[in-house]
C-alpha cells in the first residue's frame, strides 16, 4: 500500500509572499509521521510553490535556509504537489 498524504492547511495572514502554513502527516499500515509547518508561499501574478520546513541561517553574511528533512524525490515531489492542490483549493473556495 503506498504512502498516503493527508494535509491540514491554514490560510495565514503574514508577511507576503507567505500564504499558507500545513501539517502534512504521511499515512502507511505500520504508522505515521506528521511533517509540521510546511509553508506556501505566492507572489501577485505568479502561480503557489510550496517547501518542507526549513531553518534560515547566516553564510558569509548571506541568510540561506536549510531543509530540516530531507524526502525521497518521488515522495517530496507527491507531498508538495497534494500540499499545493489544497492551497488552490481553499483559495477557491473563499468568498
Excluded at 52 to 63: A, F, S, T
Excluded at 66 to 80: M, N
Amino acid at each position: 500500500m503506498p504512502i498516503q498524504i493527508k494535509v491540514g492547511l491554514k490560510i495565514v495572514n503574514a508577511k507576503p509572499p507567505l500564504q499558507a502554513l500545513a501539517d502534512v502527516t504521511l499515512m502507511w499500515p505500520e504508522g505515521e509521521i506528521t511533517i509540521r509547518r510546511c509553508a506556501v508561499f505566492q507572489k501577485v501574478g505568479e502561480p503557489p510553490w510550496a517547501t518542507l520546513p526549513r531553518i534560515p541561517i547566516e553564510k558569509n553574511g548571506k541568510r540561506q535556509y536549510v531543509p530540516l528533512l530531507d524526502l525521497p524525490r518521488d515522495l517530496k515531489t507527491r507531498v508538495l504537489e497534494t500540499l499545493l492542490n489544497d492551497y488552490r483549493s481553499a483559495v477557491d473556495a473563499r468568498p
